[in-house]
């Protein structure tokens, strides 16, 4: 996962990008 686009979503999508992805996105 790119931390990159991660800094482009809002909170509620981070927490849903997170609940899908697990530790990936935690370890990215």
Do not use: F
Request: aromatic share 4%; hydrophobic share 40%.
């Amino acid at each position: 996962m790119d931390l990159n686009i991660l800094k482009h979503l809002n909170t509620k999508q981070k927490e849903s990008v997170i609940n899908y992805s697990g530790p990936t996105v935690i370890l990215a």
